[in-house]
């Protein structure tokens, strides 16, 4: 740092350092965000301001967080051993003008600045200033800081005697404070401070056929658990590769399946499994989509099941292909957690998973209609009752599009256009998170008020994009499940790295005469299924579930497969009775576009009652950070 100037008038500063991230082996991605850019202030004004990153990233942006200081986000592409961070600054100081005490004005009026209300101005420091059970005022401490503070008594001047007070009346005693606090007393505080500050913000999802007292459908936090899950960088390296892998080839299926329909003539994949499959969506045939992307975004339910050497092995339990949803929670139980453990984020690599509004945002650009270089992005929901519909108001938000309802859009002369307060504006690109059946009341249900009629045609003619693609659905159905491990080695001529579970297909004669024989050894899924719902846990099921669960299956065996009840890996979570294991079941998510990107990090989903299977929210499950520790 070089400082040209002297005592009483301004100075000027060059600022200059470099920062070097290398890596033990090369990598191809490297996501960042740095606050090296400096403030302009009353008394600082910035003259001069580059910033240099080698390699040169392949995405630079540039905005505002909520304090006013300058982000940059950037995206390093191609293999590297090394990224280099070289920020330089040119600043003009003024010498500080300190206001008298006496001039600053009553404290009583920075104390209703300090005080947040719906609607008014946001004021940064209101972040230190939230009312909390877990800090109760201390009334004489109260009384004690009053003396200083008369009425409409000047702040500073208040602020000043009440400090001179504190150093002369009290003195600091080592022994005073200890570290003997119980582990159950801290986890117990960290996670009812996380509640409160979801309920806060509105981190809630909606239970269908659940009512409260008034009779509108139930709100509820998802239970949050502040042990993370902790994977090794060489694990989750592992990992992303079999995830890339699955996903390359389900999109390659869910191509071929609308146009040549080669797995199916060569009995990869039975014919009649496909073309009489609920999910699978005629008026896709022949419809090509950019890049021949189908599942932008895809949710992948994994488990890992430890092995006898205490090692562990993951499988793929589910492909979620349709409109995955969860992803929200992985960015708020980290937003979480870093205020909730500061220390063990600055003692540990902990790899970030933030950026992944920027790289959804990215994928969705990259499918954009042939020749639109600036496409305009939208978040279509059902609307505030849908159980998801805080993750679609967030998403929209941390991407800074528009988050629109099927009322908004209106097709007119070959294309889709949402209307605003500017008048209308054409739309290029729309993550939808509608299920296929409501996306066009005048090609699906024709009851559907979700949709914008017409879509389909503007869809099938390329002037717009749906992510995910319609039809999707035809390879995530369980019944599909057990031939993607066929799919990757039909398309890719690889073998899986990520194993399916061992399936048995209720269809097959054989297969059910086994599953109807073993009920209480196995889970028995719906093959359209969803949220915990439709299944049995054979194990943990009573002799009149399983009887029931046993008509059922006899009725409609096309309708259901079954699994074994694996030996599924636990975390330390903490409950009730304190820290135990629980089965927990991670959700990695999968971006397709120009590349298949992914963030080092996922929804883990964890079992909160002991001995269960079931992870679900809505069956009582709750979440967890998921920490990919760097190499």
Request: hydrophobic share 40%; proline share 8%.
């Amino acid at each position: 740092m070089r400082v040209s100037g002297c005592s009483g008038v301004p100075a000027v500063l060059d600022v200059e350092h470099e920062t070097v991230y290398r890596y033990s082996a090369p990598v191809d991605w490297a996501h960042r965000q740095a606050f090296l850019r400096p403030r302009e202030d009353r008394g600082q004004q910035l003259l001069h301001f580059a910033l240099d990153i080698t390699p040169p990233p392949l995405r630079l942006t540039e905005e505002l967080d909520r304090f006013g200081n300058t982000r940059h986000s950037f995206t390093a592409a191609g293999a590297h051993h090394e990224l280099r961070v070289r920020p330089a600054s040119r600043v003009r100081v003024d010498p500080p003008v300190a206001m008298p005490p006496e001039d600053t004005p009553p404290w009583e009026r920075l104390r209703e600045r300090l005080t947040y209300r719906a609607g008014c101005r946001f004021e940064a420091a209101t972040e230190f200033a939230v009312p909390s059970p877990y800090a109760p005022r201390f009334e004489p401490l109260r009384a004690y800081a009053l003396r200083s503070f008369a009425p409409k008594r000047p702040a500073a001047a208040a602020a000043i005697e009440l400090m001179q007070r504190l150093h002369a009346d009290f003195a600091y005693v080592s022994a005073s404070t200890t570290v003997d606090t119980p582990l159950e007393v801290v986890w117990q505080s960290r996670r009812a401070e996380a509640e409160m500050i979801f309920r806060r913000v509105g981190i809630t999802f909606a239970v269908y056929g659940a009512k409260d007292e008034d009779g509108a459908a139930t709100e509820r936090l998802i239970p949050f658990d502040p042990i993370p899950r902790i994977i090794a960088a060489a694990e989750w390296r592992e990992l992303e590769r079999g995830l890339r892998q699955r996903v390359t080839a389900l999109n390659r299926c869910i191509h071929d399946v609308y146009h040549g329909q080669e797995i199916l003539k060569a009995g990869v994949v039975p014919a009649e499994q496909v073309l009489n499959n609920a999910q699978f969506r005629r008026e896709m045939m022949g419809v090509d989509v950019p890049g021949g992307v189908y599942s932008h975004i895809a949710g992948i339910d994994i488990v890992r099941v430890a092995n006898a050497d205490g090692s562990g092995t993951y499988y793929a339990l589910e492909d979620n292909l349709r409109v995955p949803s969860g992803v929200s929670y992985v960015l708020e139980d980290r937003k979480m957690m870093m205020p909730l453990f500061p220390e063990l984020f600055a003692r540990h690599r902990v790899a970030p998973v933030a950026h992944y509004p920027d790289l959804l945002l990215e994928t969705l650009r990259a499918v954009a209609p042939a020749g639109i270089n600036e496409p305009t992005v939208v978040v279509l929901t059902p609307g505030m009752y849908n159980s998801a519909y805080f993750e679609h108001a967030f998403l929209a938000q941390q991407m800074g599009v528009e988050l629109v309802e099927g009322q908004d859009l209106f097709v007119r002369d070959g294309f889709v256009y949402m209307r605003t307060t500017q008048g209308q504006k054409r739309v290029d690109v729309i993550y939808r998170r509608v299920d296929d059946d409501f996306l066009d009341p005048a090609a699906f249900r024709p009851d559907s008020t979700l949709g914008c009629a017409g879509l389909l045609e503007v869809y099938r003619r390329g002037n717009i994009t749906l992510a995910n693609a319609i039809g999707t659905g035809v390879a995530d159905d369980k019944s599909i499940y057990p031939y993607v491990p066929k799919m990757i080695e039909f398309y890719l001529g690889e073998k899986p790295v990520l194993q399916n579970v061992p399936t048995w297909l209720c269809r097959e004669p054989q297969d059910l005469q086994y599953v109807l024989d073993h009920l209480g050894e196995l889970v028995v899924k719906e093959v359209h299924g969803a949220g915990g719902y439709g299944m049995l846990v054979g194990p943990a099921a009573t002799a009149a579930e399983i009887d029931e669960f046993r008509r059922a299956l006899e009725a409609n065996p096309a309708h259901y497969i079954a699994q074994p009840t694996l030996s599924l890996s636990t975390c330390p979570t903490f409950v009730e009775p304190g820290i135990a294991p629980r089965h927990i079941e991670p959700r990695p998510f999968v971006l397709s576009g120009r590349s298949v990107p992914m963030v080092p990090g996922c929804l883990t989903r964890v079992a909160l009652k002991e001995g269960s299977l079931v992870v679900n929210s809505s069956q009582g499950g709750g979440t967890k950070d998921t920490w990919v520790l760097e190499d």
